[in-house]
């Protein structure tokens, strides 16, 4: 064959279809859930859905918690723990076989993996720490918080790690003073040291490569997982490694990543994209990093080493930026100035999209910003649609579509489906034309027009028009 014949049968590989996760619950989503989710999957293969991020399905702290209240990594509804044996979710059985109809669906299963912290331990256990507010650090005195984990259900099978005060270094509820707040746990004072100075050897501390908000944003919440510590370091790889060859999932959306060490995520994740890949199988690794600024979460990916994906968090806060202005369909996006001021053809600009495509989720939604959530962030109901069709038919970026948005949601603030129940078809058209080189044609700040000019294999292309008014 000569070079020219193989440029051109290169160039003639077949065009992979178009990702697309689909995010598989919210906040307020009822029990039993992977069996429900199982039934979906049909439909959500066929229009297009490539990916299904399911919740974390550890044992929680109680039979109704979502599992961001993690008790134990290892048990995925298969002991009786925290008084129920199955998840909020489902039993671990209803979730193996959730997974193998995604893989008989050539849909990949993303799980969401909550490393920063433990809560709800078997039993208490004395430990030196410090109260901490933003102000001041008070004198080292002993507390005792539920901080011993032994899990009596499921004993030593997977893992034989009984977590102690010495893997973490920080917790919120001391038993004995019957007190919330933040305490820095801290080692014990040599004896001599106690019994001459009272001074103490502080060698535990927080994470020190985590974001600097409130100055070091290591704890967040519960009892705080200490990654310096060779035990825990071990146990949570091993963890990643079973969840992969195991479980079989293919990838992670990892909780809260500015809040634990980045040191060890990078290496959490190489290791476990190493494992998979002598097994002829990718991991996907996305980080949820609620960071404003475009270049805090690019530094994230950097660290990284370009292995993970992070949540485009400036796109979101632009879509939510969007209002409409009086009683006419005229738009507006809110700027620090208040000026009233929008340009359509900027909705990219200063967004991890812009600057890494290929690092970039892309998101409109999801639990955490749906009404009443930590980061509620409200977006106009007309302009859901817009926000869809930006992310689902550009050629930038991978979309990730809320399970909201498609099947309504429950809870304080109910509502059905976005985007008057269209969404289904904006996927689909994601699928079948959303291919090949984009081309702009906007010609104005409140209108924006473009087109995918389809490949060799996927010919037909697609024309994308939207405008907000004026």
Not at 201 to 212: N, Q
Not at 253 to 279: G, K
Not at 296 to 320: E, Q, T, Y
Request: aromatic share 10%; with cysteine.
């Amino acid at each position: 064959m000569s070079n020219s014949e193989t440029r051109q049968s290169r160039s003639r590989r077949s065009t992979p279809v178009n990702e697309t996760l689909f995010q598989g619950f919210e906040w307020h989503t009822p029990s039993q859930h992977w069996q429900r989710l199982k039934s979906c999957l049909p439909h959500l293969a066929n229009i297009g859905i490539t990916s299904v991020w399911l919740p974390p399905g550890c044992k929680a702290n109680s039979p109704q918690g979502n599992g961001y209240d993690c008790y134990d990594l290892w048990d995925l509804g298969e002991f009786d723990q925290k008084w129920t044996r199955a998840t909020k979710w489902g039993s671990k059985e209803e979730l193996m076989e959730l997974i193998a109809t995604a893989h008989e669906l050539e849909v990949k299963v993303i799980w969401d993996a909550v490393l920063n912290h433990k809560t709800a331990g078997d039993a208490t256990e004395p430990c030196l720490a410090v109260e901490v507010d933003f102000s001041e650090t008070s004198k080292p005195k002993i507390i005792e918080p539920w901080i011993n984990y032994h899990f009596p259900g499921r004993g030593d099978t997977y893992s034989a790690l009984k977590w102690h005060a010495r893997h973490f270094n920080g917790t919120d509820w001391d038993q004995r003073e019957q007190k919330n707040a933040i305490f820095k746990i801290i080692n014990e004072p040599s004896p001599d040291e106690a019994r001459h100075t009272g001074r103490v050897r502080r060698s535990k501390d927080w994470a020190l490569d985590v974001d600097d908000e409130n100055g070091n944003a290591d704890y967040l919440m519960f009892s705080n997982i200490d990654y310096t510590h060779p035990e825990v370091r071990l146990d949570v790889i091993r963890w990643g490694r079973w969840m992969v060859e195991d479980i079989g999932v293919d990838g992670f959306r990892l909780d809260a990543v500015q809040h634990y060490s980045r040191n060890f995520t990078r290496q959490w994740i190489e290791d476990v994209q190493d494992h998979a890949s002598s097994r002829t199988k990718d991991v996907q690794v996305i980080g949820e990093f609620w960071q404003p600024d475009a270049r805090k979460l690019i530094a994230w990916v950097d660290a990284m080493k370009m292995h993970a994906m992070v949540f485009d968090v400036p796109l979101l806060n632009k879509f939510s930026q969007m209002k409409r202005v009086g009683t006419h369909s005229r738009w507006s996006m809110l700027r620090r100035s208040s000026r009233p001021v929008f340009d359509l053809r900027e909705i990219f600009k200063d967004t991890v999209v812009q600057y890494r495509p290929h690092n970039a989720m892309l998101v409109v939604t999801n639990h955490d910003t749906q009404p009443g959530q930590a980061m509620d962030t409200p977006i106009e109901p007309l302009f859901i649609t817009h926000a869809y069709a930006l992310i689902l038919l550009t050629s930038r970026g991978t979309p990730c579509v809320f399970y909201g948005d498609i099947y309504g949601i429950l809870g304080p603030a109910p509502h059905g489906p976005s985007c008057g129940g269209r969404l289904p078809t904006l996927i689909l058209a994601r699928k079948l034309y959303a291919y090949g080189v984009e081309v702009s044609a906007s010609h104005g700040p409140h209108a924006l027009a473009w087109t995918r000019q389809g490949t060799h294999d996927r010919p037909d292309g697609c024309a994308v028009v939207m405008s907000i008014g004026k």
